[in-house]
C-alpha cells in the first residue's frame, strides 16, 4: 500500500480511496526577555520560537486536530491558529502549505491526520521534533513505545498497529532541517480505528 506519492510536496491517502498545542504568545515571540543576545542571536531565537509546537497524540489528535472531529470543526480549529484551509481534494483537506493533511470518512469525520516538515509548525512525538532525526531514529523511538514486539525498519512506509502511527517514505530530501544528509521521512501520520481496518483490510487482498 502506498500512502502517498513521492516527491518533494508528499501528500497522504486513504487506503480504500493532527488536543494539546504548545505555542509561545499565540506562536510568536516578541524581544522582551532575550536579554544580552546578540543580533544574530536574536534572530535565530525568533526563527525557532515563532514556530507553532504540535504535540503528536496517537490515536488522539496532532495538535488541534482530533481524530473523530467533524469536517468544519477541524477547518474552524486551525483557522483559530491561522490555518485556513488552502486546498480541499475529495475526503483529503490541506493546510500549511500542505504539510498537514485531513483524510475524513464518508461521514465526513477526521479519520486520519498526516503530515510532513514545514517551516511554520514543529510536530513533537514523546519531545522529539518528528522531522529533525534521522528516519530510523524515530522509527526506534516509535517502535519502543508500541509496546507490539520487533520491528523490521522499511524505509518505504511502515504502520504501529498499537499507536496507528503510518511513516512513509524515508529519503534525504525530506531532511530540510539537516540540509538533506539524512534519510528521514517524508510523511507521518496517526489513524483511527477505522482507517486501520481499511489499512489492513488492503493487505489482506
Known amino acids: 500500500m502506498r500512502l502517498g506519492y513521492r516527491g518533494s510536496r508528499p501528500t497522504l491517502r486513504l487506503a ?9 504568545g499565540g506562536g510568536r515571540v516578541g524581544f ?3 536579554g544580552s543576545l546578540e543580533p544574530f542571536g536574536i534572530w535565530i531565537f525568533i526563527l ?16 488541534p486536530v482530533h481524530l473523530g472531529a467533524s469536517r468544519s470543526a477541524v477547518r474552524q480549529a486551525l483557522a483559530d491558529m491561522g490555518f485556513v484551509l ?3 481534494h475529495g475526503r483529503s483537506d490541506y493546510f500549511c502549505a500542505a504539510c498537514l493533511q485531513v483524510e475524513y470518512s464518508d461521514e ?15 510536530f513533537i512525538y514523546k519531545g ?10 524515530l522509527f526506534s523511538l516509535i517502535a519502543a513505545a508500541d509496546r ?13 498497529a ?29 489513524g483511527s480505528e477505522q482507517y486501520l481496518s481499511a489499512v489492513e483490510m488492503l493487505r489482506q487482498s
Request: glycine letters at 10%; hydrophobic letters at 35%; charged letters at 20%.
Open 16 to 24: 480504500n480511496n493532527l488536543l494539546h498545542t504548545l505555542h509561545f
Open 32 to 34: 522582551r526577555a532575550m
Open 48 to 63: 525557532k520560537t515563532a514556530m507553532h509546537v504540535f504535540e503528536i497524540s496517537p490515536r488522539k489528535s496532532i495538535g
Open 86 to 88: 488552502e486546498n480541499s
Open 108 to 122: 465526513g469525520v477526521a479519520l486520519f491526520i498526516g503530515i510532513s516538515g514545514g517551516s511554520e509548525i514543529s
Open 128 to 137: 522529539v521534533d518528528v522531522f529533525s532525526i534521522a528516519a530510523t531514529e
Open 148 to 160: 507490539s514486539g520487533s520491528h523490521e525498519f522499511n524505509q518505504y512506509e511502515y504502520c504501529f
Open 162 to 190: 498499537n499507536q496507528i502511527i503510518t511513516l512513509w517514505d524515508a529519503d534525504e530530501q525530506y531532511d530540510r532541517q539537516g540540509g538533506e544528509e539524512r534519510e528521514v521521512w517524508g510523511q507521518v501520520g496517526i
